[in-house]
Each structure stands twice: as C-alpha cells, then as structure tokens.
Nanobody
Framework: QLQAFGGGLVQPGGSLRLSCTASGFTLANYAIGWFRRFPGKEREREGVSSIYRTHGYTFYAEVVEGRFTIYRDNAKNAVILQMNSLKPEDTAVYYC??????????????????WGQGTQVTVSS
C-alpha cells in the first residue's frame, strides 16, 4: 500500500516536501511517479515527476522543472518530492504511484501498478 503525505497550505514562493511511503514492498525496486489532479478536473492526473529504477533517471514536467526535485530515501523506504518556489497554479491533490517496470511513457498512468491516496497542496496568500 502506498501513502502520500506532506501536503498543506503554503504561501506563494514557499516550499513543501511530499513523501511517498509503502508498506509491504520496497520502493527502491519500483519506478515512482508523482501526479497531480487539479480542482474541477476529477478525471485527469497530470504527471509531475518520476524516478526510474534504471540508473535513477529522473523526469520533470516542464512547468515544475527547476523548482521540484525528486529523490529516493531508501533507508526510510520513501520517495521524496521537494517542492520549492510554489505557485498558486501548483494547487492540486498530489498522488504517488509505483510501477514494477520503468514506464515506456513516463506520464502514462496505466503503466503504474499501485497508487496511493492523494495529499492536498494549496498555494495561496
């Protein structure tokens, strides 16, 4: 079971650190992706960042490149999404997902096998 936590309310320009943890399996053996769902778009999940098993390749959506960083904390069986310079348009529910095999298409949600419940991130003054 995956769990994402660390969301909250933050002012524009602030930072949050999201964590994705698992029970029952080791995240280091999976590709882990972060996705988000915007208010009013219940059926759409936008890819944010992903880290692959192979060589630890990382991927970022263009809109978060340079502001967000994804990395593994294997000692805690976690994957972290460090979010800096947050903007109001980053407001969304954030989800983490795990794939047994590195996805051929990094943002294809059907390539991820396990999904956690989301955590709300609100960026507002």
């Amino acid at each position: 079971q995956l769990q994402a936590f660390g969301g909250g309310l933050v002012q524009p320009g602030g930072s949050l650190r999201l964590s994705c943890t698992a029970s029952g399996f080791t995240l280091a053996n999976y590709a882990i992706g972060w996705f988000r769902r915007f208010p009013g778009k219940e059926r759409e999940r936008e890819g944010v960042s992903s880290i692959y098993r192979t060589h630890g390749y990382t991927f970022y959506a263009e809109v978060v490149e340079g502001r967000f960083t994804i990395y593994r904390d294997n000692a805690k069986n976690a994957v972290i999404l460090q979010m800096n310079s947050l903007k109001p348009e980053d407001t969304a529910v954030y989800y983490c997902a795990a794939a047994q095999h590195d996805p051929r298409l990094v943002w294809a949600t059907d390539e991820y096998d396990h999904w956690g419940q989301g955590t709300q991130v609100t960026v507002s003054s």
